[in-house]
């Protein structure tokens, strides 16, 4: 009931073209959905975050969209980069009153070729 | 801009010694996190602590595990007796409102 099922696993995309990361929960308690990058090495980096109150969040060339009754949330990155290659995690946040963990998907290593 | 600073950033080890991974989290942070990530794994939930207290373990965190925060800048995760399978990128991460994150660089604990 706790995980964060994220597809695919790994994503070739060229430079400038769109990436689509794809996540999926059974937990409807989560309460917050972030996505996190992380370069080879590095502790993971918080990029975009949303709560299930909203069905979409932009910020640059990043934008979560959130699909509550389907359970389901996903990442866009928008003409992608070269300096967008790393891995990404979706996460959702077990819900106030406990200990407000994080629950993290599996990653997807992203590459945007030249 | 703040953010979390965990040191060493690499420890070797010996099965069976102690270690104690050490971190600053943001300075007006009150809730503190424990992550590990195995080598080409997900990042994995530890442990979480808020006034002075933990407040939720998972089953990784056995009694081989254990925090502090000795003052009021420090948060240190010690491992008593290391096993192999302890080898991994340790992550402390430390959050303001008990919803954003923030995650220091790790330390890459290795157990010989």
């Known amino acids: 009931q706790q995980q964060v099922k994220q597809s695919p696993q790994s994503l070739i995309v060229q430079k400038g073209g769109i990436s689509i990361i794809n996540c999926a929960y059974e937990n409807t308690a989560f309460d917050y959905f972030p996505w996190y990058q992380q370069f080879p090495g590095k502790g993971p980096a918080l990029l975009i975050a949303?709560?299930?109150?909203?069905s979409e969040k932009k910020e640059g060339r990043f934008t979560i969209s959130f699909n509550k009754s389907a359970k389901q949330f996903s990442l866009h990155i928008m003409d992608s980069q070269p300096g967008d290659s790393a891995t990404y995690f979706c996460a959702a946040k077990v819900p106030r009153g406990g200990s407000e963990k994080l629950v993290f998907g599996k990653g997807t290593k992203l590459t945007v070729n030249p | 801009e703040p953010e979390v600073t965990q040191t060493p950033s690499h420890q070797v080890t010996q099965m069976g010694q102690e270690v104690i991974l050490r971190c600053v989290p943001i300075?007006?942070?009150?809730?503190f996190y424990w992550y590990r990530q195995i080598l080409g794994q997900k990042v994995e939930f530890l442990v979480s602590?808020?006034?002075?207290?933990?407040?939720?373990k998972s089953e990784i965190f056995d009694d081989q595990f254990s925090v502090e925060r000795p003052d009021g800048s420090n948060f240190t995760l010690k491992i008593r007796s290391t096993k192999l399978e302890d080898s991994a990128m340790y992550f402390c991460?430390?959050?303001?409102?008990?919803?954003?994150?923030?995650f220091g660089p790790g330390t890459r604990l290795t157990v010989l």
């Open positions: 949303i709560r299930p109150d909203v």
């Open positions: 602590f808020y006034n002075n207290e933990i407040s939720e």
């Open positions: 991460a430390s959050s303001e409102t008990r919803d954003t994150q923030y």
């Open positions: 300075s007006n942070h009150l809730y």
